[in-house]
């Protein structure tokens, strides 16, 4: 979950580092760092900080860097060592013949580093990274090229990695390799220049002509172009392709976070999204990236849907649509509890993978089990060309763009019209939809973004709200039916953001436990729009007050009696039965950002998350 970015061009690289690690930040902020490569033949000048990409820029302004037009840089995401200038990236062998920036864990690192250290390798840090320096110091040592050593180095590594180094016995060049799914290493192509990065969105600034390296491959860069190689030395043709991302969609400004900008883009994303999906006029859906996927829909006896954090919420909302729009049995789950058991499921079952990013490990895992069961796949994602668009033999992609804040809000939105429009597509392909419900849904659907929009001129209104949360320790948050997973988000917003305990919970289930809770301290939002089942919640919420809790209620625009019932209420719009979780989560994402907001936290940032998660 680490951030890598490596050039190799005529540029001078420190500042295109520091930019590209500021726009990796979010993938962690434990420490940061980067090696500069000379002159040929010397050591590279690596200068690295515990803390924020801030105290980097301090430490370079203290000690000025070489000039150099080859380089690479990390922010890290502390797994082995605890964050510190000696644990973080890069990290270099014992002669500074290489500097290594890495993702992922090394598993065997203990028997890798005790092996290296009786070989007479000292060791600078407590990393399982630094193990991969002197692997492949001594590779070199052996008469190895550069590729070649990081080839042998990552034969000898146990678990999934992504590396990317560079030698001063070879000016201007950059490798990089991919083991399994610690995560990405997307290579960027500019004009006599070459990018190594772990996402798109350090690339984005440069070039939109990239290409991702899939499992076991390696690259090796120079500003001339990439070469690319499996893991055991045969070439590869890795194809380039231009992604449709707007570099622009990376700017912040005008808004004082990524997360206000990414929420108040919510109508954009959402509209992006439809219309690259579904036509209105006449109604119709192309879901263009369904591939070797689309036969399965008419085969398949039931849907399982994975995913992890936000994207799991999405996939709960997608088991109501695949069920009551397509017919089908659907189930979901969560892919790093699926991955471990022995779920039973072959070709009758289409396994719906929801990733933003495309390459949560979790996610990834668990599509390949679904794969060696032989169950078809489909992808819901944001970010095409990423790994889990190749392991599925189809995508549904969303058009959010680029999403930056750490917790994720405009893909969330995203994604739900996205598995609307999948199971749409399915339960037109098996005879359920005909011509006038399909009409209507895509009607329906095509008009989310206004509605989204006109909700957000009243984000004002959760700032009055998160006032009563300013102090609060706890919360629960309770919803039923489709609003469930909208409870379940809510508290994950609010956990991640404000840092305040935050329970999402099935309402029905309040009195099995959570009841128990409730008293002044401990307030509720419940869910009460006018399809979330709407008459149960009141019974909830008239239960929490008997008790001195007090109640938020989330409810239709117009709802007298549920407002005057509630100590506080958001109103959101009147929309259709199925599209109301996508009205429903706006209001809990102002207030988590509100309450985040009055507790001064790093919204961006929050402590101790990585936006892509890419170890176990
Ligand atoms: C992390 C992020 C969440 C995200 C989850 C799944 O936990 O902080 O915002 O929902 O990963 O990410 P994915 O890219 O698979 O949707």
Known sequence: MCGIIAYTGSREAAPILIAGLRDLEYRGYDSAGVALQGEANAASAVAKRRGRIAELETALRERPPPSAHTGIGHTRWATHGAPSDANAHPHTGCDGAVAVVHNGIVEN????????????????????????????????????????????????????????????????????????????????????????????????????????????????????????????????????HTVALDPAGAQRDPYETFMLKEIMEQPRALSDTIRGLTRVEPAGLHLDDLGRARPWLTRIERVLLVGMGTSLHAAMVGRWYFEQIAGLPADIDNASEFRYREAVLGPETLVVSVSQSGETVDVLEAMNVARARGAPQITICNTPGSQTTRVAEGAVLTRAG??????????????????????????????????????????????????????????????????????????????????????????????????????????????????????????????????????????????????????????????????????????????????????????????????????????DQPRNLAKTVTVE
């Open 109 to 240: 690192y203990a028997a890798l580093r005790a092996e290296l250290a009786g070989r007479g390798h000292a060791f600078a840090s407590e990393t399982d990274t630094e193990t991969i320096a002197h692997l492949i110091e001594d590779e070199l040592e052996a008469g190895r090229d550069l590729l070649a050593a990081l080839r042998a180095a990552c034969a000898r590594l146990a678990g999934s990695q992504a590396i990317v180094a560079l030698s001063p016995r070879e000016p201007g060049v950059a490798v990089g390799a991919r083991v399994g799914n610690a995560g990405g290493v997307v290579v960027g192509y500019g004009e006599g220049e070459m990018l190594l990065a772990s996402d798109l969105a350090a690339l984005l600034p440069h070039t939109r002509r990239v290409a991702f390296l899939a499992d076991r491959q390696v690259v090796r860069v120079t500003a001339a172009g990439a070469s690319y190689a499996s893991l055991d030395g045969a070439p590869a043709d890795v194809p380039a």
């Open 402 to 603: 680029l999403e930056r804040g750490v917790a994720s809000s405009k893909t969330f939105t995203a994604s739900i019209a996205a598995l609307f429009a999948l199971a749409l597509e399915t339960g037109r392909a098996r005879g359920r939809v005909d011509d006038g419900t399909l009409a209507r849904h895509v009607r329906d659907l095509a008009a989310m973004p206004d509605v989204t929009g006109r909700q957000l001129e009243a984000f004002g209104e959760a700032e009055a709200a998160a006032e009563r949360f300013r102090e609060t320790r706890h919360m629960l948050f309770l919803g039923r039916g489709p609003a469930l997973p909208i409870a379940l988000e809510g508290a994950l917003k609010m956990k991640e953001l404000s840092y305040v305990h935050a329970e999402g919970y099935a309402a029905g289930e309040m009195k099995h436990g959570p009841i128990a809770l409730i008293d002044r301290d401990f307030p509720t939002v419940a869910l009460a729009g006018e399809h979330a089942l709407r008459a149960k919640i009141v019974s909830n919420i008239e239960q929490i007050r008997a008790r001195g809790g007090e109640v938020l209620a989330i409810v239709t625009e117009g709802d007298e009696e549920l407002t005057a019932l509630a100590d506080a209420a958001l109103t959101v719009p009147r929309a259709p039965a199925l599209l109301e979780p996508l009205t429903a989560i706006v209001p809990l994402q102002a207030l988590a950002y509100a309450t985040a907001r009055l507790r001064g936290c790093d919204i």
